[in-house]
């Protein structure tokens, strides 16, 4: 099985900066693309911006020139640093990884973490 573990959401003011941390855990061979998504009441899940193992990024409009994400491939660990938050960034960031497995690849999905932002 494999885990996905996030941290770092909270609440924070308008124009304040937030760093989420996603661990992956368990038993797999490598992991592919890692990435974030959020969700917001009433709204679908989206892409926020995610990463491959060699480094390529991407990222939804919404987020570029405010947010960054990167990986440290050794810690099986995804960053994303948000910063010049606005109210409307308010969602449930969830971690998602494709990882490989002996059998295959399998997709697999962190528990949420909460980010406010005020006004």
């Known amino acids: 099985q494999v885990q996905l573990v996030e941290s770092g959401g909270g609440l924070v003011q308008a124009g304040g900066s937030l760093r989420l941390s996603c661990v992956a855990s368990?038993?797999?061979?490598?992991?592919?693309?890692m990435g974030w998504y959020r969700q917001a009441p009433g709204n679908q899940r989206e892409l926020v911006a995610d990463?491959?193992?060699?480094?390529?990024?991407n990222y939804a409009d919404s987020g570029k020139g405010r947010f960054t994400i990167s990986r440290d491939n050794a810690k099986n660990t995804v960053y994303l640093q948000m910063d010049s938050l606005k109210p409307e960034d308010t969602a449930v960031y969830y971690c998602?990884?494709?990882?490989?497995?002996?059998?295959?690849?399998?997709?697999?999905w962190g528990q949420g973490t909460q980010v406010t932002v005020s006004s």
């Open positions: 990463i491959t193992s060699g480094g390529r990024t």
């Open positions: 998602n990884a494709d990882v490989r497995r002996w059998y295959g690849n399998n997709v697999y």
């Open positions: 368990g038993s797999f061979i490598a992991i592919n693309v």
